[in-house]
């Protein structure tokens, strides 16, 4: 009789979960229509559909007929190794549940509420660059997001709560040490590539691109890579992004620009190891919160792993160069593969997170972290955000403080909440983890690349790192992977390596 | 205090009416979707999300909690007009509801598996055009819709509860008098224009027009009639039709052919028409069952007004052969305005239903009509459809019995259910209705047609329908709007006319 009982449990919880999970991904096709397809003037439905959805879930996930089917699913499970589907649901599921339930449904609201409001006034900030504009906004993101690390509950500081919610098993001490090692190895680094930055020649990048030709050829690249165009499609966006409503439906977006370096060939790269990770998360863990990538760390680990691992390395651009050259042939009848190459590769310390480089893009996500942390410990009042930005600024990418639209005014980030950065550098990190692994599982791969066959290093990842989805978290997976937990050590060899190479260090 | 408490009834209906709004609305986001953008592999995703969110806005509607705040409501309205906002807020969602409790939540779901499992079947039937491929399937149609009228009930015959379903305060018996009515009137003018057809030159309509070129001038001539494109898009699909998704977003899709004849004009023109209705129901009654057209009938009087009432006018013409011209020069500059007015009107019987001239089109309906009747009492079998079919089309289109393909094969309709074809018909002589009084009312619209000024007529008809959205039944509308409930009378007297003097009979 309790056998029964236990049974129907585990199978009514996948019930309830799949049932959260239609919403989750109803919402999805809703916001991705929102930024491909709709109409100026469909926002305030848009904005109930999505309350509604959101609502419903959060009710659904964390109603107490969950609580009972997770205990009665538990001892149906307790026998099970615990990287079975069966446990891991339980697992995950709980973790999922006990954090959710912590965060009051009128925090939630609020939060959604703040950030709608908060949208608008980034923008106008932005606009006229003026921080002070965008204060009272950025004082409520604080605010909510001290009252969410206090609901969530800390042990040592608070910001180890908004860690903990998106990259399980992280704290803010660790998080720190990474970039400790990452500031002691790269600021010098980027002072050393200042003094002879005229070793590149980048010119060739604002030689102009015909943005068809940019559409057509990301396509046939990331189709090339793996992205599957049966179960999933690219569009144009404002931002590129990728977004899945199941694992049959993983879309990519892409942009465009008048010359080769703001083609859309990277960004396409970049978002289709995203998608190629949701892609490879199999069936059976479907409409379960094991579906998906394990962490937005993990997540970013395969977008960076795409776009900077294997795009910007050599053996990718000797394959890639030809389709260049046919698609672009006036801007590169004159370029040869290691101008172009080295190029593409240029260190350029800049203000903007999103065009920076390999070497200076973890700078811009220390100096977000350590604004964050102060602010969230109250070491650094919202007002003094521009100042704090200008110091570091100078400090780790030596140049003079910018204005505040290209400081702390460049990212909407803030109008949603704090601790959403990181994941960008835990990303950079673990993916030189994941590549070093599979080179060694794989030693001709740079002979692949040029060759244009991708699938062994796709079916390293699909293995290694897409199979399990959620399953475990940011560490257990890069431990399972790689043999060591998240470490800085294997990405500040990669870039003193290459770029040591690049600059004739 | 009873007051307070039923002051909150009413809110608190809103409230749960509004999620129940929103749950159908994304349902048609990730619907519109479907059609024009997810990838093959997203079929298997989509139908759980869709099953979610149908069973979820069932339930909800269909709570006891709707019944208690119905009947608190209802104290709460009992002193406002019948008219107000409020009262048929009541009055209404009790109909709906009613309804909508009658019907087993599996009866529901077994409809939606028996709709999605009988969609392959029927285009494998139609494809090798064999009826007995799709009898199985069909039989499972009518067994459900019988099913259906037995659950919701009827006081004379089965079908009359189908028609109330949609068409609320309708029966078999007057839509039977309103096809006898048309029956008479217009199989002897079929049979007349047959004697003549020789005295319209349609060639014209098979010359090339590029296919772009239709989709631009569709969409400047629909924006010019008044569809919003600020709430508003237009895209293609394998079949045209329009979608809301709340009073700022209602979408329109279109299809081009190769020649004039197939042109996305008038198509889109008809889609507008549904569009405008949608776009013209106030935002005071958004997210509530009042929200929307007062039933199919009433919608596709919309489109048929537009489409034919104006679209085939020969003021219409006039305005927009010069825009023709430009648009499609080569096929067109040996034409002059009266031989390609006249084109657009010849009547030409034939299989196929969407592509009925104005005046055969209800016969085909009446055709469908009598059939789903018969099937439904019993009166004929499955298989004895296409015989029934061949002797219909012969007796009122004076055609030999076609192959399955092009009989009862052709729509995709039986796939959900019967009962869905009258609507059609409605709608025609609806329109006919609205654009007598109309016409009364603004005596001079001919001229403004024929100057591009469509905004009178729209004014009216948002006045006069657009406004009321689900407030009234079709008659109570159709009766404020012109004086009297729906009758065949106006229709018939107007193809008399217009095809009488085309045909100078």
Redesign the interface.
């Known amino acids: 009789m309790t056998a029964v009982a236990t049974a129907g449990g585990l199978q009514r919880l996948r019930d309830v979960l ?2 959260v999970a ?2 989750e ?3 999805a ?2 916001g ?2 929102q930024e491909t ?10 904005a ?2 999505l ?3 959101g609502r ?1 879930a959060h009710e659904r996930f964390t109603s107490s007929e969950v609580a009972e089917l997770l205990d009665s699913a538990a001892a149906e499970v307790a026998t099970l190794p615990a990287e079975s589907d069966e446990a891991s649901l339980v697992r995950v599921t709980r973790r999922d549940f006990e954090k959710a339930v912590k965060v009051p449904a009128d925090l939630v609201a609020e939060m959604a509420r703040a950030s709608t409001t908060a949208r608008p006034v980034w923008l106008e900030a932005r606009a006229r660059s003026q921080w002070s504009l965008f204060a009272e906004a950025m004082q409520v993101t604080v605010d909510l997001s001290r009252r969410l690390a206090e609901a969530l509950g800390y042990e040592e500081r608070p910001y180890d709560a908004l860690i903990g919610l998106t990259e399980p098993g992280l704290t803010t001490a660790r998080v720190e040490s990474l970039f400790g090692q990452i500031k002691g190895a790269v600021v010098p680094l980027v002072r050393a590539i200042d003094g002879h930055s005229d070793r590149i020649d980048y010119s060739v990048l604002s030689r102009p691109a015909d943005e068809q030709r940019q559409l057509e050829l990301s396509r046939e690249i990331i189709g090339h890579l793996g992205y ?6 690219q ?1 144009l966006s404002a931002h590129p992004f990728c977004i899945s ?5 993983v ?1 990519v977006t892409t942009r465009t620009g008048p010359t080769l370096g703001d083609s859309s060939l990277l960004s396409s790269v970049h978002e289709a190891g995203h998608a190629m990770y949701e892609q490879g998360v199999p069936r059976s863990l ?2 379960t919160p094991l579906w998906g990538g394990a962490s937005p760390g993990v997540h970013e680990s395969q977008s960076r792993l795409w776009e900077n691992m294997v795009g910007r390395s050599r053996p990718f651009c000797a394959w890639v160069f030809r389709r260049l050259r046919d698609a672009f042939p006036r801007s590169l009848e004159d370029v040869d593969l290691n101008t172009f190459w080295r190029a593409l590769n240029a260190v350029r310390p800049s203000y903007i997170r999103v065009d920076a480089d390999e070497v200076t893009y973890n700078l811009h996500i220390m100096l977000r972290f350590e604004i964050e942390k102060d602010l969230l410990d109250g070491r650094l009042a919202v007002a003094d955000v521009p100042g704090a930005w200008g110091t570091g600024v100078r400090e780790y990418l030596g140049l003079k403080p910018p204005g505040d639209r290209e400081g702390p005014l460049q990212d909407i980030h803030w109008t949603f909440g704090l601790g959403t950065f990181i994941g960008y550098s835990l990303g950079n990190l673990i993916s030189a983890q994941l590549m070093t692994a599979a080179v060694s599982d794989l030693p001709e791969l740079d002979a692949r690349f040029e060759a244009g066959d991708f699938s062994p290093l796709l079916a390293w990842l699909r293995e290694h790192v897409h199979r399990h989805g959620r399953k475990f978290t940011p560490d257990e997976l890069v431990e399972r992977a790689t043999g060591s937990p998240i470490a800085a050590g294997q990405w500040i060899g990669y870039v003193h390596e290459k770029f040591g190479a690049l600059y004739g260090l």
Do not use: I
């Open positions: 799949g049932e239609d919403l991904r109803a919402a096709v809703l991705w229509d397809n709709m109409p100026p003037g469909g926002v305030e439905d848009r109930n559909q309350a509604t959805l419903l599957d165009f049966e179960r999933g499609r569009d409503f199941g694992p049959g439906d879309r479907d409409r």
